[in-house]
C-alpha cells in the first residue's frame, strides 16, 4: 500500500465517528437511490402483471375475424402467440338483470386458456366441448345459481335484431327488439366457476361461459383473434402498421398493457408515479450530494493542515488527489453495496409487510406486488451513488490544494477575522453573559465555517418541509382525481318500515353504514359570487365559459335518522337544529372534485362551493310551462352572466325543430316567466364525503328523512366495506330472513372502479413517508457530521477557554447559544425557501387537479422543532467530548 | 572550489492589500555555498519564516527569484514545485509538525515514500542511530517528547539527502538541554556529511556555532557576516 493511502486509512480510523457517519451517509444515500429504482421497476412489474391479470397478456385483438384473414400475422416471426376463441351462441338462462338475459358460450383454445384473463374460483377447468366454465357473477348479478357438476340443456342460438341482423356481445341487449334464432339444443356439463371475464364488455347481453374449442380454428369461421407481439418496445408500431389485416373487421389494442411495456405511441401510463420518482431521486440526489459533499468538506479541511505538510515535504496535487479519491473509493467500497442490500432489503421489508394491502388495493386477489430487482438497475443505483462520492470528494480537495503549504498548515485562511457588526453582541452578551458574546464572535468571524453547517440545516429543512409538501399534495391529487363515491356498495329499495331493522342487523357485519330515501331532488341554484369560493368560481368558468345558462344545481336527499344522528355527533353538530319540522336544515356536502374535459386534457377541480358562513341558498323553481310548452333552461335576460334576471324560457318542438334561438341559446320570442326563488337553510358544511355521498359537480343537501314530504318511502342501505361480494351475500341473508325478496340487480358495487385509485394513494402515501423518513435521517447525519467538525475544529480554542478558567456551565451556555445561533440562522434562510419550493410543488401538482394552496404546517412544525433538537444533541455529543480533553494536550498537540 | 548550491535575487513578499498590507519581504538578495551554515537572526515580525517558506518552495514569493542548484525553483508549475520540495529541501519547524497517525518510521521516510523510490534501509539505521531514536521507530509522535520528536523531523529533512536543510526556529520549543543537543546534531551533519544548512533563530548562541550570520529587520537584509 503506498504511503499516502495508509495515511489516509489511519486519518480515517482516528476520525472514527466522522468516518463513520459519512459511511452512513454513503448507505443511505445508495440505500435511497436502489430503493427508488426498485420501487419503479416493482410498481410498473406489478401494474403490468396486474393488467395482464386483468386483461389478458395480448397486445391486438382482431374482431370476428377468420383465419385466412389473419394469416400473414400468424406466419410473422414476430408473433409471440395468436389465441383463437370461437363464438357458440347465446342461450336464455333466466336471469334477474333485465339487460343480460342470456349465457352466452365462447370456445376458447389452449393459447386463450393461458394467456387472457381466466380465473377459476372453484371446481376445474373445462377438458372438452361439453364441459363448461361459468361466471361468478351468473349468480352475483344475475342471480342464477348453478351448482358444480350439473348438466344443463341449453337452446343455442343467434341474436338477431329486425333493425341490425345478427348482433354479438359488443352490442347491449336491444329491450324488445331482438329475438335467439336458429336454436339448437346443446348440452354440456358446469364444471367449474371463475372470476367474471375482463373480455366481457360491460354491457354485453350475456354471462360468458367457456368451453374448449374442438380442433384447429378452421380457414371460414369466425373468431376473435389475440395476438402478442414479441418485444413490443420494438417490433409494436411497425408490426401493426404492417399488419392492416387484423383490423379487417375491427379491432381493438390492448393499450393498457402496451403503455406498461414502454410502446411509446401510447404515451406513459402513470405519469403520476413517473413524476413522483423523478422529483423524489432529485430530492434525494440533493440531500445525498449534501451530506456526502459536506462530510468530505469536512475531512478535507480537518486535513488541510496534513495536506499542507505532506506537501511541504513534497507531496504532489495529484498524490493528494489520489489519497482523496482513494478516501471515496473505500468509504464507497463499504457503503455502496451496504446501501444497495439495505434499500432492496426494505423494499422487500416494505412490500411484505405490505403483502395483504398490495393484494387487496392493486387488484383483486390475483393480482400482487413482488420485488422486482434487476442487477442493472442495482448498477445504476450504485454508480448514482458513486458519481456522488466522487464529485463531493473531489470538490473540497481542489479547494483545499488551491492555497500555498504554509497556508494550510497555518489554516491562516480560516484565521481571517472580521470586524463584528452591531447591536447582536450586547442582546447575545445579555442574554448569555460572556459567553454568549464569545460564541457570537465565533460565529461572526468565522462565518464560512459556520455557513456549512447551517446551509446543511436549511437544505434539510428544505427537503423535509418539500417531500412532506410533495406527499401532501400527491395524495390530495391522487385523492382528487378520483372522484369515488362515499359508499363501497349499495342495495336499492328496502321497504321503508323494515329499514331500521336491516340496517342494525347490517352493522353488526361491522362496516359504515347510512340510508337515504330512494327518491331524491334535483334542483337549480343561484349562487351569487358572494357567497361562492374563488376555486368553484375558477371551476365554474373552465366549466362553463360566459355561458348565461344557469348550471349551478343542488342535490337533496334524505337520510336516515339514526345515520343523521351519527353524522351529527360525528361532527359535533347540534343536533335539535336539524329536525324541526317547521324549519328545515341541510347539511350541506360542500366540496367537490370534478374534472373539466377539453378536446384533448382532463383537469381536475377541487373545491368548496360555498364560502365558511353562509347559512342558505337559493333554490331556482320555475313556474309550470304554459299550455304547449316546456320548460327549454333557465338564464340570465341580458347578454352576460350576471345581467338582467333569472328567467325561465320556454320553448315546443316547433321551435326547436326552427331554431329560434339566439346567439345565447335561449329561446326567441317565446314565454317567458321570471323563477320563483326558495330559500334553503344550511345548518352545517362538511367537507368530506359522508358515507353513501355521490360524487358531482352539484352540492349536495342532506336532511333527515323524517323532513321527507314525498311519497316514495323505500330506503337504499349504503355501506363502506372491505369485502364487497362477501358483504352482498351477508345482506342477502339478512334481507331474506327478514322476509323481503332480494334482487341482486339492486346491489351496486362501486369497488371495483375505486380499485386503482385507492392503490395509488396507499402507494404514494407508504413511500413518501419512507422517503421522508430517509430524507431525515441523511439530514440528521448531515447537522450531526457539521455540528460536530465545528467544534472538534475548535478544539485548540476550548481547551485555552478552559485554561483560563471557563466553567463546564459556561461552556454550555457558549454552546446553547450556538445552537440557537445554528437554529435560528437556518430555519430563516431554509422555511421561506422551503415554502417557495413547496409552492413549485404545488404548481407541479396542479396541473393534474386544480385545489388552493395550503403549507404542509405539521411537516414545517416537526422541522423547526427538530433542527433545534437535532442541533441541541449534536452540540450535546461534541462538546461532551471535548469536555474529557486535557486542555493542555489538545493546546500541545494543535500546534503549528 | 567553493560552489553556489542557492542563490536569492530581490526576493519580495507583500502580505494583505490595501492599507492592511504587510511587506514580510522587502527586496532580499545573497547567496550560499555548498556545506555553508548560515543563522538567521532577526526580531520578531522581521520576516524570518517568511524567507524560509519562500526558500523552500511552500510559499510562492510576491517578485523576485530563489535558485537551487542553479535552477529557478519557482519557474516550475506545481508539480515539479513539489518534486523540488521532495528532492531538494528539508524542512524543519518550531512545532515539528509531524504527522499525528505516521509512526517514527513512517514520518521520516515519508518524502522517500512520496518519492515512489525505495527507503534506503542503511541510511535510514544510520539516522536513527545518529539521532538516538533507535528501537523507536514503531513510536507514534504523541508517544515521544518534544526533543524526540524535533529528531524526527530532522531525520525526516535529512532522509532525502537534500541539497539545503532549512530549520525555522528548531530549538523554540526545547529546553536548553534538548536545544544544544539538537544543535549539536544539526552541526555534525554540516561537519560530517557537508549538509548546507540555513538556521532562523533568536538565541545569540545558537547563531554564534553557526559559519555566517544574515540579520534581518523589517524585511531587509541588514547585515551579513561570516564568522568562521
Ligand atoms: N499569512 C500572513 N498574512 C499576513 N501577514 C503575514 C502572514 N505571515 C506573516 N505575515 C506578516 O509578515 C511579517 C513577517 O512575518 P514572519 O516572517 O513570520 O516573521 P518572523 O518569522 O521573523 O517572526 C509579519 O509582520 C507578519 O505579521
Ligand atoms: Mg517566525
Known amino acids: 500500500m503506498s504511503i499516502m493511502n495508509l495515511l489516509t486509512r489511519r486519518t480515517m480510523g482516528m476520525n472514527r465517528v466522522r468516518t463513520i457517519v459519512t459511511i452512513i451517509g454513503i448507505i443511505l444515500s445508495t440505500a435511497m437511490f436502489t430503493a427508488v429504482i426498485t420501487i419503479c421497476t416493482s410498481l410498473y412489474g406489478a401494474l403490468r402483471e396486474g393488467e395482464i391479470a386483468q386483461s389478458g397478456s395480448f397486445h391486438i385483438h382482431a ?113 324488445g327488439a331482438e329475438e335467439l334464432t336458429d336454436t339448437v ?193 442495482i448498477l445504476l443505483a450504485a454508480a448514482i451513488a458513486f458519481v456522488t462520492v466522487l464529485v463531493s470528494a473531489w470538490i473540497p480537495s481542489v479547494r483545499a490544494m488551491r492555497i500555498s503549504p504554509i497556508e494550510a498548515i497555518r489554516q491562516s485562511r480560516d484565521i481571517k477575522a472580521k470586524e463584528s457588526g452591531t447591536g447582536r453582541p450586547r442582546l447575545a452578551a445579555k442574554l448569555f453573559g460572556a459567553e454568549g458574546l464569545l460564541a457570537d464572535k465565533y460565529y461572526s468571524r468565522s462565518r464560512k465555517k459556520y455557513r456549512a453547517t447551517i446551509i446543511s440545516l436549511a437544505m434539510s429543512v428544505i427537503l423535509f418541509v418539500a417531500a412532506s409538501g410533495f406527499c401532501l399534495y400527491m395524495t390530495r391529487s391522487a385523492a382528487s382525481v378520483d372522484n369515488r363515491p362515499g359508499f363501497d356498495l349499495y342495495y ?72 343523521f344522528r351519527e353524522l351529527i355527533k360525528t361532527n359535533g353538530l347540534d343536533e335539535a337544529a336539524f329536525f324541526d319540522p317547521e324549519h328545515p336544515r341541510a347539511i350541506a356536502l360542500n366540496h367537490a372534485s370534478v374534472p373539466v374535459y377539453s378536446p384533448d386534457t382532463r383537469e381536475n377541480y377541487v373545491f368548496n362551493f360555498l364560502k365558511s358562513g353562509v347559512t342558505s341558498v337559493s333554490a331556482v323553481r320555475v313556474p309550470a310551462a304554459p299550455e304547449g310548452y316546456e320548460e327549454d333552461c333557465v338564464a340570465w335576460s341580458g347578454s352576460v352572466y350576471g345581467e338582467g334576471e333569472i328567467t325561465a324560457y320556454y320553448s315546443n318542438d316547433y321551435a326547436r325543430m326552427n331554431t329560434l334561438y339566439d346567439e345565447m341559446g335561449r329561446p326567441k320570442g317565446l314565454p317567458t316567466a321570471p323563477v320563483i326563488f326558495e330559500e334553503c337553510e344550511i345548518g352545517a358544511m362538511l367537507e368530506y364525503m359522508p358515507v353513501g355521498a355521490f360524487p358531482g359537480s352539484y352540492l349536495s343537501l342532506i336532511y333527515p328523512v323524517s323532513q321527507y314530504r314525498g311519497e316514495n318511502t323505500d330506503m337504499s342501505l349504503f355501506l363502506r366495506c372491505g369485502d364487497t361480494l362477501g358483504t352482498i351475500a351477508a345482506l342477502t341473508g339478512i334481507m331474506e330472513d327478514a322476509g323481503i325478496t332480494v334482487e341482486q340487480n339492486r346491489f351496486f358495487d362501486a369497488t371495483e372502479s375505486a380499485r386503482q385509485m385507492t392503490s395509488i394513494i396507499t402507494i404514494i402515501k407508504v413511500f413518501s413517508y419512507g422517503f421522508i423518513t430517509l430524507i431525515s435521517l441523511i439530514s440528521v447525519a448531515n447537522v ?58 404545488h404548481l407541479a401538482a396542479d396541473g393534474a387537479a386544480h385545489m388552493s394552496f395550503t403549507l404542509p404546517w405539521a411537516a414545517m412544525a416537526i422541522a423547526v422543532v427538530s433542527v433545534f433538537l437535532v442541533v441541541f444533541i449534536s452540540m450535546l455529543y461534541s462538546t461532551g467530548k471535548l469536555k474529557k480533553d486535557n486542555p493542555i494536550d489538545a493546546l500541545k498537540n494543535e500546534n503549528v | 572550489m567553493k560552489m553556489e548550491i542557492l542563490r536569492v535575487e530581490n526576493l519580495t513578499k507583500i502580505y494583505g492589500k490595501g492599507e492592511n498590507e504587510v511587506r514580510a519581504l522587502n527586496g532580499v538578495s545573497f547567496s550560499v555555498e555548498k556545506g555553508d551554515f548560515v543563522a538567521i537572526v532577526g526580531p520578531s515580525g522581521s520576516g524570518k519564516s517568511t524567507l524560509l517558506h519562500t526558500l523552500g518552495g511552500v510559499d510562492r514569493p510576491t517578485s523576485g527569484k530563489v535558485f537551487v542548484n542553479g535552477r529557478d525553483v519557482y519557474a516550475g508549475n506545481d508539480e515539479q514545485i513539489a518534486i523540488f520540495r521532495r528532492r531538494d529541501v528539508g524542512l524543519i519547524y518550531q512545532f515539528y509538525n509531524l504527522i499525528p497517525v505516521l509512526n517514527v518510521r513512517e514520518n521520516m521516510t515519508l518524502p522517500v515514500l512520496l518519492d515512489g523510490r525505495k527507503v534506503n534501509e542503511e541510511r535510514l539505521s544510520e539516522l536513527l542511530r545518529v539521532l538516538d531514536l533507535t528501537g523507536r521507530e514503531k513510536h507514534l509522535p504523541n508517544q515521544l517528547s518534544g526533543g524526540q520528536q524535533q529528531r524526527v523531523s530532522i531525520g525526516r529533512a535529512l532522509m532525502n539527502s537534500p541539497s539545503i536543510v532549512l530549520a525555522d526556529e528548531p530549538t523554540g520549543n526545547l529546553d536548553s538541554k534538548n536545544s544544544q543537543e539538537i544543535v549539536n546534531l544539526l552541526k555534525m551533519f554540516n561537519r560530517e556529511y557537508g549538509q548546507t544548512l540555513i538556521v532562523i533563530t533568536h538565541d545569540e548562541s545558537i547563531a554564534l556555532q553557526a559559519k555566517r550570520i544574515i540579520a534581518i529587520e523589517d524585511g531587509r537584509i541588514t547585515r551579513d557576516e561570516r564568522i568562521r
Not at chain 1, 70 to 80: F, K, M, N, Q
Request: proline share 4%.
Open chain 1, 492 to 563: 336499492e329499495g328496502v321497504p321503508a318500515d323494515e329499514f331500521a331493522r336491516i340496517r342494525s342487523a347490517a352493522a353488526a357485519e361491522g362496516d359504515e353504514f347510512a340510508g337515504y330515501s330512494v327518491d331524491f331532488d334535483h334542483v337549480m341554484l343561484y349562487l351569487p359570487d358572494e357567497s361562492t369560493t374563488p376555486e368553484y368560481r375558477k371551476y365554474y368558468s373552465a366549466a362553463y365559459g360566459d355561458s348565461v345558462m344557469l348550471n349551478a344545481y343542488a342535490q337533496i336527499r334524505w337520510m336516515d335518522d339514526e345515520s
Open chain 1, 63 to 175: 374482431f370476428s375475424t377468420n383465419r385466412e384473414t389473419v394469416a400473414p400475422a400468424l406466419e410473422d416471426g414476430r408473433t409471440e402467440y395468436a389465441a383463437f376463441a370461437k363464438d357458440v351462441g347465446y342461450a336464455v338462462i333466466g336471469s334477474e338483470n333485465p339487460n343480460k338475459p342470456y349465457l352466452f358460450i365462447l370456445a376458447a383454445d389452449e393459447t386463450f386458456m393461458r394467456e387472457m384473463p381466466v380465473h377459476l374460483t372453484s371446481g376445474r377447468m373445462p377438458e372438452n366441448s361439453t364441459e363448461v366454465l361459468i361466471p361468478d357473477h351468473l349468480y352475483m348479478n344475475g342471480g342464477v345459481d348453478i351448482p358444480l357438476g350439473e348438466t344443463l340443456t341449453l337452446d343455442l342460438g343467434e341474436r338477431t335484431s329486425a333493425e341490425f341482423g345478427s348482433l354479438w356481445q359488443n352490442i347491449g341487449y336491444q329491450v
Open chain 1, 185 to 377: 339444443p346443446v348440452r354440456c356439463t358446469v364444471v367449474g366457476k371463475y372470476a367474471r371475464p375482463d373480455f366481457e364488455p360491460y354491457s354485453a347481453p350475456g354471462y360468458t361461459a367457456l368451453t374448449v374449442m374442438d380442433g384447429e380454428p378452421d380457414a371460414d369461421s369466425a373468431y376473435e383473434v389475440f395476438i402478442r407481439v414479441k418485444n413490443p418496445r420494438k417490433n409494436y408500431v411497425g408490426y401493426s402498421e404492417e399488419h392492416t389485416e387484423l383490423y379487417a373487421f375491427g379491432s381493438e389494442d390492448h393499450s393498457g398493457l402496451l403503455q406498461l411495456e414502454g410502446v411509446t405511441r401510447y404515451g406513459n401510463i402513470s405519469a403520476a408515479i413517473t413524476n413522483f420518482a423523478i422529483i423524489l431521486s432529485v430530492l434525494i440526489f440533493a440531500g445525498s450530494v449534501c451530506l456526502i459533499y459536506s462530510a468530505f468538506s469536512i475531512s478535507v479541511s480537518e486535513r488541510t493542515k496534513q495536506f499542507g505538510l505532506l506537501s511541504s515535504v513534497g507531496a504532489t496535487h495529484k498524490q493528494i488527489r489520489r489519497s482523496v479519491l482513494y478516501e471515496a473509493c473505500a468509504l464507497s467500497a463499504i457503503g455502496i453495496p451496504v446501501g444497495a442490500a439495505a434499500g432492496v432489503g426494505g423494499i422487500a421489508l416494505t412490500l411484505y409487510l405490505l403483502r395483504g394491502k398490495f393484494g387487496d388495493l392493486l387488484g383483486s386477489s390475483y393480482m400482487s406486488m413482488h420485488l422486482a430487482v434487476t442487477p442493472a438497475c
Open chain 1, 784 to 841: 450531526f457530521n457539521t455540528v460536530t467538525t465545528n467544534v472538534a475544529l475548535r478544539r485548540r480554542d476550548y481547551a485555552m477557554l478552559r485554561s483560563m478558567g471557563m466553567t463546564a456551565r459556561g461552556m454550555n451556555r457558549m454552546s446553547n447559544f450556538e445552537c440557537l445561533i445554528y437554529g435560528s440562522r437556518s430555519l430563516l434562510i431554509g422555511l421561506p425557501i422551503a415554502v417557495g419550493v413547496t409552492y413549485l410543488v
